[in-house]
């Protein structure tokens, strides 16, 4: 393979373009998944700014780009996938028909190790390191809002009967509903991102929001705005008071659900729910063809999805000290964390273990 390794500032307007090319026609090839705006190039340059280490190794073929591998790179060799613990899609970027060797990748990119916890399916170089793989909830939107409705009357009933009854009690309750799918305010962010740590707080989780780097993130995703991203923010109103809202990124054909969160005054008219269904609404009359509710077993999402997709963790390894150092690190940190992540009351107290041993990874905490 003939591979170079680029820092975030040096890679060229052309290589930009090639793989925001790869991604736009990846449906076209079987790969869907390869669009998620999580593996793209504006993703990992906001990363660029925040993180250090970040990285991406590029791939050639007659002098051609094939392939995209973004990641970011500690001084001793151990790689991560870009935004480890935020990122909802890990992988690498590359056309149809492209096939890699993990370890010669690995080696090219200066890396012992290389750990993920969301790759994405038809990664199979990467896959056979592996140690688990978890469903991913999807709404799917690309046959219009009203087949997604019809769906859920014939999966979900009861659930979609109790979700317009309360919009009706809101309604009569408060006020009128406004749904601005795209707000540029950014006073609502601000608003979201405080809700979201109230949230975290409520439940015993990890808040992310406590973290300078994971607030100057999302603050430059929702300021990035090209044909093919955009950090979005839509926001639920009723009598033009903020009730809902979510930020979260999308590309041309996918809308991930990363920040979630709603005014808990409001929580009996489940504002979330009305929220997601008005997302899911502006997504099909846009074109998008699912929104990925992201990785965790929850009530709402087994309510909204139409189907599931799925991500794997796991690491693969060179031949190489620092590599099984790592492994023998890791695995029991992930282990633990996979045993109490979707159970409240042993989630404390293992958040209070994990940061003493100075690790703490909880998955999707931020949903």
């Known amino acids: 393979m003939d591979i170079t390794v680029h820092r975030p500032g040096e890679l060229t307007a052309a290589d930009r373009l090639a793989w925001t ?82 370890r010669e990748l690995l080696r090219a990119c200066g890396l012992a190790v290389w750990e993920f916890d969301h790759l994405v399916q038809g990664q199979r170089a990467f896959e056979t390191g592996a140690t688990g793989s978890f469903a991913s909830p999807v709404i799917d939107t690309e046959d219009g809002y009203e087949a997604y409705l019809a769906q859920l009357r014939r999966e979900v009933p009861k659930f979609v009967r109790s979700t317009f009854a309360k919009e009706r009690r809101l309604l009569r309750t408060v006020g009128e509903l406004r749904y601005v799918h795209d707000e540029r ?81 409001f929580a009996k008219f489940s504002p979330g729910l009305l929220m997601h269904l008005r997302i899911a609404e502006a997504a099909a009359a846009e074109g998008i063809a699912y929104i990925d509710l992201g990785r965790g077993q929850k009530q709402y999402k087994d309510s909204l999805k139409t189907r599931e997709i799925s991500v794997s963790e796991g690491w693969v390894m060179r031949r190489h000290p620092v590599a099984f150092g790592h492994r023998a690190h890791r695995a029991p940190v992930r282990a633990l964390r996979n045993t109490v992540v979707e159970r409240p009351e042993l989630f404390k107290p293992a958040d209070k273990l994990l940061k003493r041993i100075g690790e703490i990874r909880s998955g999707r905490s931020h949903m």
């Open 185 to 265: 305010d950014p006073q609502m962010l601000r608003t979201l991102m405080r809700w979201k740590s109230a949230q975290y707080r409520r439940t015993g989780r990890s808040d992310r929001f406590t973290q300078t780097w994971i607030i100057r993130l999302v603050e430059h995703l929702f300021h990035t705005r090209t044909d093919s991203f955009s950090g979005l923010l839509s926001v639920l109103y009723a009598d033009d008071q903020p009730i809902a809202a979510h930020f979260g990124p999308r590309s041309e054909r996918i809308i991930c659900c990363w920040f979630p969160a709603y005014d808990p005054a």
């Open 21 to 102: 090319a790869m991604q736009s026609k990846a449906h076209l090839h079987g790969s869907p998944e390869l669009a998620n705006p999580f593996l793209s190039p504006e993703f990992t340059l906001a990363m660029g700014h925040y993180r250090r280490g970040v990285r991406i190794a590029v791939a050639r073929q007659d002098g051609e780009p094939a392939a995209f591998f973004p990641f970011q790179r500690s001084a001793t060799g151990v790689g991560r996938a870009i935004g480890l613990g935020v990122s909802d899609a890990q992988g690498l970027v590359h056309r149809p028909g492209y096939e890699w060797d993990a």
